[in-house]
């Protein structure tokens, strides 16, 4: 679970400062102001991990990526390709990592959290180039260990502290330069006696970032028949295209969840389908084969209860626009960060409010006995959605260290990131100015505007 981020001269961010992740993070904003950019940025790191070309410091994309954010100048804040772009990433651990001085078995580092601050600088031909990476071990708010290895003009360099790496024996030989982003190249790793552990840092920021998964704000729209022939899709997709072989998969496998503690556990598919219905879009959902033996499945929905059942297609389209947000949330491996744009788009406010609900059930739900410690980062514009968080904190359903939310604005000197204070009783104590509009002024100017029809009115009705 990512517990914070911050990003350097990236895109509208000169820098957003540490940000603090929590299991619910909500980043509202006005348009074009620079939030989808921290999605971007993840997505980017994603693709990297997934590409066999070690030598990529990172993967800028292409029409066949998970994001194709073009140049380094389209990518570094003012298309300054003079800056370095920097990133920094924390996370929580599922295990502690415990570290040992094979030269002394007294000397133990041990951390439930781990650092990633790196440094990406344009080569010659403006590619990204790792300038130098560092990761640090944290038990609470005390750095156990911390690693650096990059470069120093030509020559590239690894340093351990307070651990001391030692050399192997008749190798002399200079160290490699970083691999990717994140990676020691086994020829480096090679070059020490005691260097073997660098690699659970390696497998850990692999482990998070395999474990991230986008939903975009533009989703696929219903189709008639969906076809799935027993696969199991990592995710819905980035257009929530996958969603219904995704649900199969799950119920297929026998997967069951539950809401949170002492609640009952459900088949996926009725899982899902008790959520629909209680956000108050349908009455009962279900999918099923076109006919015995065949590979292709239609989506039926009846909106009340009573009325003949429908096809997806033939129904408002926010259900076809919710369906993948919500099958996402609790699909996702466990542990998984998953960051979605708009999971409200389409939505009736009563519905967006529920939707909250939804996803606070999310990072509480439980599978096979065990917290699922899903993490959700949401991209929002919705009120309601908000108000219904707040609500939740006030009646205790959901404590305020388990949520965080965000106002993203765009100023002069690019994006601005401000951190809204919620309390015990679900205030936010510093509102931002025009967080969701100007509502006093919308509601002065109606009333001014109804004074001055009722003034003509009388005076047209005096003149008569």
Same mark, same amino acid.
């Given at each position: ?31 074009s102001?620079g939030?989808?950019?921290?999605g ?14 070690? @030598? ?14 073009? =140049? ?6 003012g ?15 599922n ?14 580092? #041990? ?31 005390? @750095? ?11 020559k ?23 691999? @990717? ?6 020829? =480096?790793?090679? +070059?020490? #006696? ?10 850990? =920021? ?36 996958? =969603?219904? %072989? ?12 539950? +809401? ?14 008790s ?73 009736? %406010? ?90 006093m002024e ?12 009722r ?10």
């Amino acid at each position: 679970m990512l517990t914070e981020l911050r990003l350097q001269n990236f895109k509208a961010w000169g820098d957003t400062g540490p940000m603090r992740l929590a299991p619910l993070t909500v980043i509202f904003g006005t348009n074009s102001s620079g939030k989808s950019s921290l999605g971007h940025l993840l997505m980017a790191l994603k693709q990297t991990v997934m590409l066999a070309d070690y @030598k990529r410091s990172l993967h800028l994309g292409d029409n066949k990526s998970l994001i194709d954010l073009g =140049t380094y100048e389209d990518c570094v804040y003012g298309r300054d390709v003079t800056l370095p772009v920097e990133f920094e990433l924390r996370w929580k651990l599922n295990r502690a990592l415990s570290i040992k001085n094979i030269f002394d078995t007294s000397q133990v580092y #041990q951390g439930r959290e781990l650092g990633l601050h790196t440094k990406i600088e344009p080569s010659e031909m403006l590619q990204p180039e790792t300038h130098r990476f560092d990761y640090s071990l944290w038990n609470n708010k005390e @750095k156990t260990l911390n690693i650096s290895h990059g470069l120093e003009g030509d020559k590239a360099f690894l340093e351990c502290e307070p651990l001391k790496l030692v050399r192997a024996q008749g190798r002399g030989w200079p160290i490699e330069p970083p691999e @990717k982003f994140y990676r020691f190249s086994d020829r =480096t790793l090679s +070059r020490y #006696q005691n260097a073997d552990f660098l690699v659970q840092f390696v497998l850990q =920021t692999e482990k998070l970032l395999e474990n991230f998964y986008h939903l975009g704000p533009l989703r696929s729209h219903p189709q008639r028949f969906y076809s799935w022939s027993g696969d199991t899709p990592s995710s819905v997709g980035t257009e929530g295209e996958l =969603t219904i %072989p995704a649900l199969l998969a799950a119920t297929q496998q026998g997967r069951k969840l539950n +809401r949170g503690p002492k609640q009952s556990y459900q088949p996926f598919n009725t899982f899902i389908a008790s959520w629909l219905k209680d956000l108050g879009i349908i009455h009962k959902f279900k999918v099923e084969p076109i006919a015995a033996g065949r590979k292709e499945y239609e989506v039926l929905i009846q909106v009340h209860a009573g009325v003949p059942w429908v096809k997806l297609t033939d129904v408002g389209f926010g259900v076809s626009q919710v369906l993948p947000a919500l099958v996402q949330a609790f699909y996702a491996p466990p542990n998984s960060v998953l960051w979605m744009e708009q999971p409200e788009i389409h939505l009736h %406010p009563r519905v967006q409010a529920n939707l909250a609900d939804a996803f606070i059930s999310a990072i509480h739900a439980r599978e096979e006995g065990e917290n699922r410690n899903t993490q959700l980062i949401i991209e929002s514009h919705s009120e309601h959605f908000l108000n219904r968080l707040q609500r939740r904190i006030a009646e205790g359903v959901l404590k305020p260290d388990e949520v965080a939310v965000y106002f993203v604005t765009r100023k002069r000197n690019g994006a601005h990131l401000e951190s809204l204070r919620l309390n015990e009783y679900g205030d936010i104590e510093n509102w931002p100015d025009d967080f969701f509009g100007d509502d006093m002024e919308d509601i002065t100017q109606r009333a001014l505007a109804a004074a001055r029809k009722r003034q003509k009115k009388k005076a047209k009705e005096a003149g008569a």
